[in-house]
C-alpha cells in the first residue's frame, strides 16, 4: 500500500532539497535526516517524512511508473474546461476567467460565486474549481489518517456533541500505548505517511506526556504528524515542533466575532487567532477553516471566513458542514444542503488556487457521493479514520458519521478506487 511515491534527492541547500519523480521536480523541508543527493525519500506535507532505502524505493517506483503516468492522463482529460453553455452571465464569466488564470477574485465576486442559483453557473463553477486544481496543483491528494483518542472534553461549544455538557454521552480515552499501536499499524501495515492525532480538550494528557508521545512516534513510526488537541498553553506547541510534530488542524469555527461569542461561550475569537498566529510563527503547517452552515451564518460570513482562512496563510482548508447534534443547544437547526457547501469549497479554489481543500468527514456523512463531487469540484485531500472500532462511536461530534463501523482496510480500497477512476495519486509530493 503506498500513499507516496519515492522521489530521488537532486539538490540540497540548507535544509530545502529538490526532489524528482519521474522527471518532475518538487521542493520539501529537511528537519529529520542526514540526506546526500542521490538519496531517495518520502515527503509529505511539504516535509521530508522519511529516508529509504535505494533497493526498496527502485522497487516501488517500479510498480508506480506506469500509473504514475497514467493517472496523470485520467486527470487532465476530466478537469478539462469548455463552456457548452452559451448564454452565461458576462459578469459571472468575467469572474471565472480571470481564476482560471490564477488571478485573485474579491470578496464581493467570491459571494456572487456563492449566492448563484442558477445551475448551469454552479456546474461552469464546479468544473473551474477543478480545472484550476489540475493546472496549479496537480493531480496528487492528501490521504492523511486520523486517531481520535479521547472525546473528553472541557469545552463548551454549543455545536458539539462531545462538549463537556453533554452528560449522556460516554466518555474514552486511549492510553499512549493504544495510540502508539494505532500509529504504528498505520504507518507501517497500511503505509499512511501523514497522520493527525484529535482529541476533545482533554487535561488528562498531560502536556509533558503528549510531548513524549511525538517523539515515541517519530522514532518508531516515520510519519508527518498533525496535533489536533485544541488550546494548552503556549509552550507545549513550541516543544511538539521541537519533538517532531509539523502540522496543527486547528479551527477557527467561524471568524463573524459575534457567532463565535454565541456559540464557545467558554472562549474568545481573538483567543483563538492569537493560536494559529502562533503556530504560524513556530513553523506548523497549518490546516484550519470553520462551520459551513451554521445557524444564523451568512453566506458574506463564509466568504470572510475563506478569506480569513487564506489571508492567515493556511497550508490546508478544513471546512466542515454543521450537522445538528440531538443532545446539543443547536439540536433544532437544520445542516446546510450539501450543495451549498459543494459550491463554497468551488469558490474556495477560486479563492486560493494552490492551497490544499480538504473533503470533510462532515460532508463525506451527508451524501455518500460527497467525497467524489468534491474532489471534481476544487478538493484535493481526503481523511481516513483510524479510531478503533471499540471507541469511534464514542467521538460523537455530530450524528451518523461516515468513518464509524467502516474497517480502515475497507476505506482504504473506497478511497484508492475513487482516486484511480478520476485520475489522482494517493500521494501528497512537496510543494
Ligand atoms: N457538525 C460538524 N462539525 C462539528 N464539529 C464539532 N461539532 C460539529 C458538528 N455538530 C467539528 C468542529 C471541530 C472538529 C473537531 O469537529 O469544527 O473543530
Not at 454552479?122 to 477543478?130: E, P
Not at 494528557?205 to 508527518?224: G, T, Y
Not at 504528524?225 to 511538539?240: D, H, M, N, P, T
Request: charge should be negative; glycine fraction near 6%.
Amino acid at each position: 500500500m503506498c500513499y507516496a511515491i519515492p522521489g530521488n534527492v537532486k539538490s540540497i541547500a540548507n535544509n530545502l532539497i529538490t526532489i524528482d519523480y519521474f522527471g518532475e521536480e518538487r521542493k520539501a523541508r529537511n528537519d529529520f535526516y542526514n540526506l546526500r543527493v542521490g538519496d531517495y525519500v518520502y515527503a509529505q506535507g511539504g516535509f521530508v517524512v522519511q529516508k529509504i532505502d535505494e533497493k526498496d524505493a527502485e522497487e516501488i517506483l517500479d510498480t508506480w511508473k506506469e500509473l504514475f503516468f497514467e493517472l496523470k492522463e485520467t486527470d487532465v482529460r476530466l478537469s478539462k474546461l469548455y463552456n457548452d453553455k452559451p448564454n452565461l452571465d458576462k459578469n459571472f464569466l468575467k469572474i471565472i476567467d480571470r481564476a482560471t488564470y490564477g488571478k485573485s477574485i474579491s470578496r464581493q465576486e467570491a459571494l456572487r460565486l456563492l449566492l448563484s442559483e442558477d445551475p448551469d453557473e454552479t456546474d461552469v463553477l464546479h468544473k473551474s474549481a477543478n480545472f484550476i486544481r489540475q493546472k496549479f496543483l496537480g493531480n496528487a491528494c492528501c490521504v492523511h489518517g486520523i486517531i481520535e483518542f479521547s472525546n473528553i472534553c472541557n469545552c463548551l461549544c454549543t455545536y458539539c456533541g462531545i462538549n463537556s455538557a453533554n452528560t449522556s454521552l460516554k466518555r474514552f480515552s486511549l492510553d499512549h500505548k493504544e495510540i502508539l499501536d494505532v500509529v504504528a499499524d498505520a504507518v507501517k501495515r497500511f503505509g499512511f505517511k501523514g497522520i493527525v492525532l484529535q482529541s476533545g480538550e482533554d487535561p488528562s494528557h498531560k502536556s509533558e506526556d503528549i510531548i513524549d508521545l511525538v517523539k515515541k512516534i517519530r522514532e518508531n513510526s516515520p510519519v508527518f504528524i498533525f496535533l489536533s488537541i485544541g488550546e494548552r498553553e503556549e509552550a507545549f506547541y513550541q516543544r511538539a515542533f521541537d519533538a517532531g510534530a509539523r502540522a496543527v488542524l486547528f479551527r477557527f469555527e467561524t471568524s463573524d466575532q459575534n457567532l463565535y461569542s454565541k456559540l464557545h461561550p467558554h472562549s474568545s475569537l481573538r483567543e483563538r487567532i492569537r493560536y494559529l498566529e502562533l503556530f504560524k510563527d513556530i513553523g506548523y503547517i497549518i490546516a484550519t477553516g470553520s462551520l459551513i452552515g451554521l445557524p444564523g451564518q451568512k453566506a458574506e460570513s463564509v466568504i470572510n471566513d475563506f478569506m480569513f482562512a487564506k489571508d492567515l496563510g493556511c497550508d490546508m482548508y478544513s471546512f466542515g458542514t454543521f450537522i445538528p447534534h440531538p443532545d446539543t443547544p443547536l439540536s433544532s437547526h437544520d445542516a446546510p444542503n450539501t450543495e451549498y457547501v459543494l459550491k463554497a469549497l468551488s469558490v474556495l479554489r477560486l479563492i486560493d488556487p494552490y492551497g490544499k481543500i480538504l473533503v470533510t468527514t462532515a460532508l463525506e456523512s451527508q451524501n455518500p457521493q460527497a467525497r467524489r463531487l468534491a474532489l471534481m469540484g476544487g478538493a484535493n485531500s481526503i481523511m481516513l479514520n483510524l479510531t478503533p472500532k471499540d471507541y469511534v462511536g464514542l467521538y460523537d461530534i455530530y450524528p451518523h458519521r461516515a468513518t464509524v463501523d467502516v474497517s480502515v482496510e475497507y476505506q482504504i480500497e473506497d478511497a484508492l478506487q475513487l482516486l484511480k477512476s478520476i485520475g489522482r495519486a494517493p500521494t501528497d509530493l512537496g510543494i
